[in-house]
């Protein structure tokens, strides 16, 4: 197995610099996709960027097809007085996965391009790539059709939630790559263990991908993910750990740890938008708050004071809460006292930075 670990991780380095590298001269020189510096959005950039990182990432990742992947799992059943295996495959499963990440991808790929697309549209986009994920993958839900289709639905609103919350926490250079590298490690590891072929050669090319692309996007933002790449990293990822869960057993509990972080960004900035409005501040003040988009994030706050380290300083911390929760990814009751400190952390800080950051430029400095 080391020598698939070497194999995959080589080829994922070689097909993320070939593609990332041509994808980021052709950006540069036919002016493609150009993240615009705009006084009235939240930019960390000065000059126009590309965003067609996750494009990029999207053709490299094409080696899980090229692989010919295919999922594998163990069945067992009573014959008489017997209980016996056996083996099941899964054709086809680099290629319904790779189609359903292109169909998702596509609904950032229109704004990324300059197009105005709106919310009901891009979710009717998100939810066909979704959907053609759950039919293709083949779940054996339940034999029962009315807890299938429950099952089913549970699966899409996950899956509708990883792709939308890396989007999330996409406000700064290298946030949302750092994240996915560091939850694809923990997942190779917790897949390695439950002997899933599929999930850790998937894992190990997809971090190794990102890997090169934090050359060209962290610290100075050379190129973007843009919605499109957020979209796709966070339905990787979140496939990924379906799979996970219906086929080798994956502890549900861990999988969805994962994303503790997004879910806390959303929560977070949800509650302090509704605590502004019903305070009723100036009117101007309401304006700021709903216009800008990536203002009311623990990013943000950190990135006034450290800039481009805010990034390192937020993954390097949730880096030990993944760790924790790798190492005892079977264990329910620790992976539950984790996250619930995790979330306790998390709003402490956020907390004390909006304090410090946002109220004093909204109303000492009466932006």
């Known amino acids: 197995m080391s020598f698939y670990f070497i194999y995959f991780t080589i080829l994922g380095i070689f097909c993320g610099s070939v ?21 009235k959005d939240f930019k960390i950039h000065r000059k126009n960027t590309p965003r067609c990182g996750g494009i990029a990432i999207l053709i490299a990742f094409i080696a899980i097809v090229m692989a010919g992947l295919e999922v594998h799992y163990n069945l067992f059943f009573e014959d008489s007085l017997y209980v016996k295996c056996t083996t099941i495959f899964y ?12 169909i998702v991808m596509f609904s950032g790929v229109l704004k990324d391009s300059g197009k105005t697309i709106n919310f009901i549209t891009k979710l009717g986009i998100q939810s066909i790539g979704v959907l053609y994920f759950i039919v293709m993958s083949h779940f054996e839900f339940a034999t029962n059709s009315t807890l299938y289709i429950t099952t089913a639905i549970i699966c899409y609103i ?50 190794s991908i990102v890997l090169i692309f934090l050359f060209f996007n962290y610290p100075f933002g050379k190129i973007f993910l843009g919605d499109s790449g957020a979209f796709l990293l966070g339905f990787c990822l979140g496939a990924l750990l379906v799979i996970g869960i219906w086929y080798y057993k994956i502890n549900t509990l861990y999988a969805i740890s994962l994303f503790s972080y997004p879910l806390c960004e959303i929560i977070a900035n949800v509650l302090t938008r509704i605590t502004l409005i019903n305070n009723k501040p100036p009117l101007h003040a309401i304006k700021t708050i709903l216009l800008k988009q990536n203002n009311i994030h623990l990013h943000f706050f950190l990135y006034k004071k450290f800039k481009n380290t805010s990034a390192l300083i937020i993954n390097v911390c949730y880096a030990v809460f993944i760790y924790l929760i790798t190492l005892n990814n079977n264990d329910s009751n620790f992976i539950i006292i984790c996250t619930i400190s995790f979330f306790i952390f998390y709003m402490i800080c956020f907390y004390i930075l909006y304090r410090k950051v946002y109220i004093y430029t909204l109303y000492i400095k009466k932006v």
């Not at 593609?19 to 006084?39: E, G, H, N």
């Not at 054709?91 to 292109?102: D, F, N, T, V």
């Not at 939308?164 to 694809?184: E, K």
């Open 19 to 39: 593609a990332l590298t041509t994808t980021y001269i052709l950006a540069q020189t036919m002016f493609l996709m150009q993240d615009k510096v705009s006084k």
């Open 91 to 102: 054709e086809y499963a680099g290629l319904h996965l790779y189609i359903a990440s292109c």
């Open 158 to 207: 996950f899956l509708i939630f990883t792709i939308n919350s890396m989007n999330v926490i996409d406000g700064i250079n290298g946030n949302a790559a750092l994240l996915t590298l560091t939850i694809s490690i923990s997942l190779c590891f917790v897949a390695y263990q439950a002997e899933s072929n599929f999930i850790t050669i998937s894992t190990l090319l997809l971090s």
